[in-house]
């Protein structure tokens, strides 16, 4: 009798750790294959609200007209697809929190936005230990390169942009110049690029300034570059700070010719700096949108695109573009995107290097004439 209760406590032991798992293999495989009526959820982290809240509008609305798009299509592989949007304030910390959000309650499998250098590396390791792609349509510094497989940009590096900007130095017969930068990965990469570049052109740079990124009075590093004379300055920041920077510069007297970077093509900036702004030349992405994006943009939003809201709608496309062919998991996703090559995107022609990062973005030049940006002719 004894053996016989054994055995059926045996038999009921094993049904009960096979019940456990299939229950485990019916909740692994649901999350591989969710319902075909299940929306696919494609997160994107940008600033909603704080001083760079005109990003996150930008990128919104670039991304949701991809959306819409999109899903007037019949969605991707006929699933219709929904976007869970985060704020993160350009704040590294409030952008990882937003991406474990995504991750482990709306269970996105791609990220995108993350506009800035340094909130997208504070969030790559997240992205990268949980296989999650996380594509960025600003960040520039040369470490997204290596930050992980699953980590993109579709932005300028600021290896090339910072090419271009010494370039432009050159061609205008400058000899001398100094450099003021925010003190970020963003600034701090692009002021050592921009350094090595003027002095392999032949250009002396006497003197480099960084600054914190919540400074407002930069009055202690601009005597110090005033005081070299420079022709030129290179102004590499965030819109808030390089208001200021103009603004405090013309009280000062300084009369140097302003270069400055992708950031400055925000109208804020003109807005805080005021007559100190005029003049002022700044490299940014070439948007070489179709008619067809630019009208269709007009047309949603009564106003024309920017920049951004093209790199933005290339962002989603981009994503769309791997789950329609891979299929809505990270690692797919991912293998998907490595492949990308000559994309016809609205911000251009898009091939991811190996790093992640696309190359030999388009970019141009504009100036400050009568308070208004207008295209640069040499």
Not at 195 to 210: F, L, P, Q
Request: aromatic share 6%; net charge neutral.
């Amino acid at each position: 009798m004894n053996k016989q209760i054994k055995i059926v406590a045996v038999i009921a032991l094993a049904l009960i750790v096979a019940g456990v798992a299939w229950n485990g293999l019916k909740q692994k495989q649901s999350k591989i294959e969710p319902s075909a009526n299940e929306p696919i959820k494609i997160g994107q982290i940008i600033p909603l609200t704080g001083d760079a809240a005109v990003y996150g509008e930008w990128e919104s609305d670039g991304a949701d007209l991809a959306l819409a798009e999109v899903n007037a299509k019949g969605g991707i592989n006929g699933r219709q697809v929904v976007i869970v949007r985060e704020d993160d304030k350009v704040d590294p910390a409030q952008s990882v929190t937003a991406l474990n959000k995504l991750i482990s309650m709306d269970k996105v499998q791609a990220v995108m936005g993350v506009p800035s250098s340094g909130e997208t590396l504070a969030a790559a390791p997240v992205a990268e230990n949980n296989k999650v792609v996380l594509i960025s349509d600003g960040a520039a510094a040369i470490k997204v390169a290596s930050a992980g497989s699953y980590i993109f940009s579709i932005f300028p590096s600021t290896a090339q942009e910072g090419g271009k900007l010494t370039d432009l130095a050159r061609n205008l017969g400058k000899t001398d110049a100094a450099i003021i930068y925010i003190n970020n990965d963003f600034g701090s990469d692009l002021a050592k690029i921009v350094a090595e570049n003027a002095a392999a052109k032949g250009i002396t740079i006497v003197g480099s300034e960084g600054y914190s990124a919540d400074a407002i009075d930069f009055r202690t590093q601009l005597a110090k570059i005033s005081s070299k004379n420079p022709s030129v300055i290179f102004l590499l920041g965030y819109p808030k700070d390089m208001g200021l920077v103009l603004r405090q510069a013309g009280q000062m007297g300084i009369k140097s010719q302003f270069l400055a970077t992708d950031a400055f093509d925000d109208p804020e900036i003109v807005k805080t700096a005021g007559a100190a702004a005029e003049g002022v030349i700044y490299v940014l992405p070439s948007d070489q949108a179709t008619d067809a994006f630019k009208a269709n943009f007009k047309s949603k939003y009564g106003k024309d695109a920017s920049i951004m809201n093209a790199l933005s709608y290339d962002s989603f496309n981009l994503l769309a573009l791997a789950i329609q062919r891979g299929g809505n998991d990270g690692t797919a996703i991912k293998n998907e995107l490595h492949k990308i090559r000559d994309y016809a995107g609205a911000s251009g022609t898009i091939t991811f290097g190996d790093g992640g990062v696309a190359i030999n973005r388009p970019m141009i030049f504009k100036i400050i004439k009568n308070g208004r940006a207008v295209d640069y002719q040499p």
